[in-house]
């Protein structure tokens, strides 16, 4: 069966109105379609309200693909819709968004974990739906959650325990809040879990203008530290800047080590947010203070060096860690839920000093997912690109 969204059109990016960000004046975030949507709403036309086919046991549609490769072996799926079990609550979903663990995984380098689902989608947005047994009453049928996911987002609805969802701010739509969780999420756990950072210290932020990046930003400045970064355009270092970035630059054409120590005045920085990896390195190591951290949690560009590494580390007595967030156990990432969303979760709410904004670069229907796929292979996104998820389909060809 091939399947259309009511929508047929791609959303293209436009202006929203400026957002407030720690450390500067104003930022101009992108958005695609006719605006921010109410929750109730989650960016449809109202009226449309064709229902999914049933054939025995309930089913929904997914983003989905057989065969590793390109974004071209995307197309959507009829599935069987997740029942809830012991402590897990059913979410319907209204948005997701996309990272680039989604991109690994089409390619077949980045397989879910044991006993998690096989659809794309690492983060979602939208209201509860059901609840497993054993649920501890903290949730209840309507509530506006977001969650952190080992997979399944892009879909209808997912199942998700208890303990990695958290509210929807009351004055944030399901577009942004799903542009919180796999992102910020990943920044603070780098920042906070893995490195520690302090307040004053200088923390340099590859790939500034990601969603990891604009978090990562954010944070630093709500942890009292310096944010310095790394991009590959003016567009997107002005946009770092907008965020709270300190100062950022542009590693296609300059030396951002000698740009670094100069910055710093010859004292480098004390921890690096590194998802590039080997193209880097002797970089990383001439900017790394004394005692600084180097914190490896992807590789953009390979993981293969040559060069006297460990001597280089050795003589600043500087430490490597690494870090992913998909494949840690389930306790582990809901005392990091828990944590983000005592300490973080309350600067998203209007009056919070400072306010902590998710930049959405731009929102892609379902259908279009293989476009959203392209266009963050080709590292167009300033922020986040979100995908909505239709409350409806109906039988015709992909647009």
Not at 74 to 94: A, F, N, Q, T
Not at 219 to 237: D, F, M, N
Not at 304 to 312: K, Q, V
Request: proline fraction near 7%; charge should be positive; charged fraction near 20%.
């Amino acid at each position: 069966m091939t399947l259309h969204m009511c929508h047929s059109k791609v959303k293209r990016p436009r202006p929203v109105p400026p957002l407030e960000l720690p450390g500067s004046s104003r930022v101009q975030g992108r958005r695609a379609g006719t605006g921010l949507c109410s929750r109730g709403q989650a960016g449809f036309v109202p009226g449309h309200t064709l229902s999914v086919p049933l054939h025995g046991k309930e089913k929904m549609f997914a983003a989905y693909f057989d065969c590793p490769g390109g974004p071209e072996n995307l197309y959507i799926k009829e599935v069987m819709k997740p029942d809830p079990g012991e402590g897990e609550v059913l979410v319907k979903v209204s948005a997701s968004a996309l990272n680039r663990g989604d991109l690994l995984q089409r390619r077949g380098k980045y397989p879910p974990s044991k006993g998690a689902s096989d659809i794309l989608g690492l983060e979602a947005a939208g209201s509860v739906a059901g609840l497993g047994p054993g649920c501890s009453g903290r949730w209840k049928i309507g509530d506006a959650v977001m969650a952190l996911l080992s997979g399944g987002g892009q879909a209808q609805y997912v199942t998700v325990p208890e303990g990695l969802l958290m509210p929807i701010p009351k004055d944030m739509t399901f577009i942004q809040a799903a542009a919180i969780p796999e992102a910020w999420l990943t920044a603070f756990q780098l920042l906070h879990f893995v490195g520690k950072v302090q307040e004053g210290e200088r923390v340099l932020i590859h790939a500034g203008a990601s969603g990891v990046g604009m978090a990562a930003i954010q944070l630093v400045r709500l942890a009292k530290a310096i944010p310095i970064v790394t991009a590959g355009t003016q567009e997107k270092l002005e946009a770092t800047a907008n965020a709270g970035a300190a100062a950022g630059f542009n590693y296609k054409n300059e030396d951002f080590s000698k740009k670094v120590l100069e910055f710093t005045q010859g004292s480098g920085v004390d921890i690096i947010l590194d998802c590039v990896g080997a193209s880097h390195w002797e970089k990383n190591i001439n900017c790394l203070s004394t005692d600084g951290r180097w914190i490896i949690y992807g590789l953009l560009s390979r993981g293969e060096i040559h060069g006297d590494l460990l001597a280089r580390l050795l003589s600043k007595r500087a430490s490597i860690h690494t870090s992913l967030l998909r494949p840690r156990h389930k306790e582990y990432k809901e005392r990091l839920v828990r944590a983000f969303a005592e300490e973080v979760l309350p600067h998203f709410s209007g009056g919070a000093s400072p306010r902590l904004q998710p930049l959405v670069d731009s929102v892609y229907p379902l259908h279009a997912i293989a476009e959203a796929h392209r266009a963050m292979e080709e590292n167009r996104n300033i922020g986040k690109i979100v995908i909505e998820i239709p409350v409806c389909f109906k039988k015709g060809p992909l647009q």
